[in-house]
């Protein structure tokens, strides 16, 4: 073992043992004894709950699948204002990015959407693990994470989630073909009588203002004999939180070379790049530098990114439950959410623009360099250059923001009863759509009037000239020399000197455009169960479950026509990409699951599911589990199931996506006239759908045991182990080889249609890629779980309840594609490969408090060269990501029955996130905490 290998599992070894000192859950396995002060008024009903594993109502919690639950307590106690910041903190839900906050939203095709989360289970995609609401189906989020379809954590009101049940394997058998990873079940509160308020409030002890605010409202009661009903309210405000607010965060390891000071060469007289100098008024002289290509005047690009949007919700939640009769329940649920929000990125940049040499703008100075520069080839005054035009390098002004206002909700109507014997039957009718809507509030610039204004074609009065023939594709100009002025106008011209800062009436509202998108999902579902004992057999009841369930899926996701790109402007918008989706499915389903005791002590659960789906065919899934209890102290488990994943709606009906992509030479030296050692052409490109996209499937198996050596005390052990084929996803390089084998278009530059799969290629390099969605290969990941519960009756010093939960990752193997070479992940960038949590909860009389501990271990950084130049660093040198932990605090006092003030503290030692020299934001954002110490004061009283 290296040393670098026995420091890091030391210190690996040291913070599990420190976590396992401080221990109880915010994810508690499902098994264990409630803390919640409410537990023991809890009904006899609950008795014979329906679990997140199973569809038969009466087993053990402890049954032969793992599960895991998040409390409505775990939840108050993290003082977390929304849902997705309790569960990325879930050893079971870390790995690779999938699990997303709105900490890493924008307007950007590489960021997630702008308002939205989502939880993705084992690493494997927010797509690849199934979300329900109640124990049934989720309308999908109107906007994708770029083609990947997902539901919207967010739109999940957080005073109305009464609890979170995880199962971390899979489940296509039981809930649905696509339950590859697991299931996130979100239990909403129901049943509640009285009135609750809640307030809370809270900060950062940064001295910036990330300030949240949250109000609730709960109300609920009895009418007459056989109705209730309760009614959540649900208010959160947060303020934006940018990187610029942090030191780890607020200078970019490699600033942009492209600044608002633009770098100017006309690439005939000129050979070095040339711009606006300190010593003439023009770039500030801490950020003026020259490179191999001239100068530069560079921009810290994270002193414009939010880290977490500004985000306002209200939302509620409305049940009523009518008594029919003594043995059957009308029941209805109505769930809303309104989410605005705003997310802010970079200023976009432009690269060759054409500049007319006659712009009135030109400052002497820098006309005077560009003459010296290009005297060596042959010029001796500017009017050299007038009639060819000076191609500028620079970024707009203002950033990139967009605002999303997203409404969801969700209808459910059904009956429950009983049909005899213990027998009991549901049916139900669902309803849930989401509609979004995105404009853009600053930075998105019109490409076309862009290059105009700066090259005099457009005139004050809003009429256009042909001073210049303007070749948008490429981008290029050439002169021809109509001129407002000769139709007794005046030229309207933009200004990108001074850093772009002054420019005449007019000229904004010419560039600026809101680019409205608009999206649209909808979910039609009907589904019936029935669920009882089949016989009686000598070591217990025989139970089983069946059901069958209909749904129609609808989305559509329509960007601004002054955003879709085309042959002829494939950049309708300085630096922004349009996306769009139109897809439709009907699905059914029918499925069966049996609880067989074969012996004293011996479970096995059989079950099997049937999916049609249309468009990509039918599935049969099986699953098989089984518990075996030898003794009262000691259970072991096991599993297997398969999944058929028919590709998302975003997927199946995915338009055109803009997206970029810079050409790997040594990976596909076709693309680079044969030579490996070149540097790759960086493309605009785009990614294209594909009506032929097949289903990806997987099968999973694991196996645990559960150890009880006295009453207060729980181990669990579980392993486990999924692999996911066929993945509907983009390999750009295996693509571009299969293009070039002739497998798809190769054609010249600026002859290949937007959203027809291809390569342009110009003198033998590749200069324009449209990637299409394909199926391709396959991801593997297994490791191991660890949990443990301890309860202790401290006396008078009060009760406590200790807990450790642990992932070990094994193995994270990923291979894009046949011809891809294969992908090590676990440890790698972004993949965490232990990760454990644990909190010690303590309770006295009106006091409670816990103290949790969240840790993550480190894993190999993936810094670029230029990153490494930028810092100074040795280029072939390994770097590695430090481990990080964090502690969190809750104190609470019950100031009358049902009452409490209580003060909530993230990162109570204010630890900062390590450095990541990968990552643009310095940091990651998707595993580690870049907010610092964040305190919350939450006051509820119940009447």
């Not at 259970?635 to 992509?661: D, E, H, K």
């Not at 230029?866 to 430090?882: C, I, K, N, S």
């Amino acid at each position: 073992m290296s040393l670098h290998a026995k420091i890091h599992f030391g210190a690996t070894s040291a913070a599990a043992l420190l976590l396992a000192g401080i221990s109880t859950p915010a994810l508690a396995q499902s098994n264990a004894t409630s803390d919640d002060p409410d537990a023991d008024t809890a009904s006899a009903e609950e008795a014979t709950i329906v679990v997140t594993g199973s569809r038969i109502g009466g087993l053990p919690t402890d049954g032969p699948v793992q599960t895991l639950t998040v409390s409505r307590q775990d939840i108050l106690e993290s003082g977390a204002g929304t849902v997705i910041e309790v569960l990325q903190d879930l050893p079971v839900a870390v790995g690779g990015g999938a699990t997303f906050s709105t900490a890493t939203a924008g307007p950007l095709s590489s960021d997630t959407p702008v308002g939205a989360s989502a939880v993705s289970l084992r690493g494997l995609g927010a797509s690849s693990t199934l979300t329900l609401i109640n124990g049934r189906r989720a309308q999908i989020s109107a906007f994708a994470r770029g083609q990947e379809s997902f539901i919207d954590a967010s739109s999940i009101p957080l005073a109305a989630i009464e609890r979170v049940e995880v199962l971390p394997s899979g489940a296509s058998a039981i809930y649905g073909a696509d339950a590859v990873a697991g299931v996130v079940n979100y239990v909403l509160r129901d049943d509640f009588e009285g009135l609750e308020l809640s307030a809370s409030y809270g900060n950062s002890t940064s001295g910036t203002d990330e300030g949240r605010y949250n109000l609730t409202a709960v109300a609920g009661t009895r009418i007459g004999d056989r109705n209730s009903v309760m009614l959540v309210v649900d208010y959160f405000k947060r303020n934006p939180f940018f990187l610029r607010d942090r030191e780890i965060s607020r200078n970019s390891f490699r600033p942009s070379q492209q600044g608002f000071y633009p770098s100017f060469n006309d690439l005939f007289f000129q050979f070095f790049d040339q711009t606006e100098e300190p010593g003439d008024g023009g770039c500030a002289e801490e950020d003026f530098g020259s490179g191999n290509l001239g100068e530069f005047c560079e921009v810290n690009t994270n002193a414009f990114v939010s880290v977490q949007d500004r985000l306002e919700t209200i939302g509620g939640l409305f049940t009523h439950q009518f008594e029919i009769s003594d043995s059957i329940t009308w029941y209805n649920d109505a769930l809303y959410s309104r989410v605005e929000s705003r997310g802010v990125s970079s200023p976009a940049n432009f690269s060759r623009a054409p500049i007319d040499p006659e712009n009135p703008f030109w400052p002497e100075a820098l006309k005077d360099d560009i003459v010296k520069e290009g005297s060596f080839e042959g010029a001796s005054d500017f009017s050299d250059f007038y009639g060819f035009p000076i191609y500028a390098w620079g970024k707009i002004r203002e950033p990139r923001a967009v605002e999303v206002e997203s409404d969801s909700y969700r209808i459910t109507s059904g009956l429950r009863g009983d049909l005899g014997g213990d027998w009991a039957f549901d049916v139900a009718l669902l309803f849930g759509g989401n509609d979004r809507v995105q404009r853009g509030v600053s930075g998105l610039v019109i490409a076309r009037n862009f290059y105009d204004l700066n090259l005099g074609n457009i005139c004050t009065d809003g009429s256009r000239v042909e001073r210049w023939d303007v070749d948008l594709g490429r981008p290029d100009a050439d002169f021809v020399g109509d001129t407002c002025e000769d139709a007794g106008k005046t030229t309207l011209w933009y200004n990108p000197f001074g850093g772009q800062v002054s420019q005449e009436d007019g000229v904004e509202e010419l560039l600026a455009t809101q680019a409205e998108r608009s999206g649209r999902s909808r979910l039609y579902a009907f589904d019936a169960s029935a669920n009882g004992t089949l016989l009686e057999m000598p070591a217990g009841p025989l139970k089983a479950a069946f059901g069958g369930e209909f749904r129609r899926e609808t989305l559509r996701d329509t960007p601004s026509g002054v955003a879709v790109a085309t042959l002829d402007n494939p950049e309708p918008i300085l630096g922004f990409s349009s996306t769009s989706a139109e897809a439709d499915r009907n699905s059914w389903a029918v499925y069966g699951e049996l609880y067989v005791p074969l012996a004293q002590g011996l479970d096995v659960q059989l079950a099997g599911r049937f999916d049609h789906f249309q468009g990509f065919g039918s599935d049969f899934n099986p699953k098989i589990a089984a518990r075996w209890e030898p003794a009262d102290w000691m259970a072991f488990r096991a599993n297997y199931s398969t999944s058929f994943r028919a590709p998302s709606l975003a997927q199946s009906g995915a338009g055109v996506l803009l997206s970029s992509y810079r050409v790997d030479c040594e990976a596909t030296p076709g693309a680079c006239d044969g030579d490996a050692g070149a540097d790759g052409q960086a493309v605009l490109s785009e990614d294209v759908g594909n009506p032929t996209l097949g289903a990806e499937n997987a099968r999973s198996f694991g196996g645990g045991a559960v150890l009880s050596p006295t009453p207060d005390i729980e181990l669990r052990v579980d392993y486990w182990n999924i692999r996911h084929e066929d993945l509907v996803g983009i390999d750009e390089d295996d693509f571009i080889r299969r293009a070039l084998a002739g497998e798809f278009a190769v054609v010249g530059a600026g002859d290949l249609p937007t959203g027809t799969p291809g390569l342009e290629v110009t003198n033998g390099f590749v200069s324009d890629a449209h990637f299409q969605l394909t199926n391709l290969g396959f991801q593997k990941t297994d490791g191991i779980d660890f949990g443990y519960t301890h309860r202790l009756d401290g006396g008078a010093a009060g009760d406590f309840t200790l807990t450790f939960d642990a992932t070990k990752i094994f193995n994270f193997e990923r291979q894009a594609s046949e011809a891809s070479p294969l992908e090590e992940l676990a440890g790698d960038y972004l993949y965490p490969d232990f990760i454990a949590t644990g909190k010690v909860r303590w309770r006295s009389d009106a006091w409670r408090a816990s103290l949790s501990g969240h840790y993550k271990s480190g894993y190999r950084d993936d810094p670029s060269n230029r990153t490494l130049e930028a810092l100074g660093l040795p280029l072939d040198a390994e770097y590695e990501v430090d481990d990080y932990l964090t502690f969190d605090l809750s104190v609470s006092y019950d100031f009358a029955p049902d009452s409490f003030v209580q003060l909530s503290v993230r990162n109570l030692f204010d630890a900062d996130p390590p450095r990541v020299l990968g990552s643009s934001a310095n940091v990651d954002l998707f595993n580690h905490d870049l907010i610092g110490r964040f305190a919350t004061v939450r006051v509820t009283t119940r009447f």
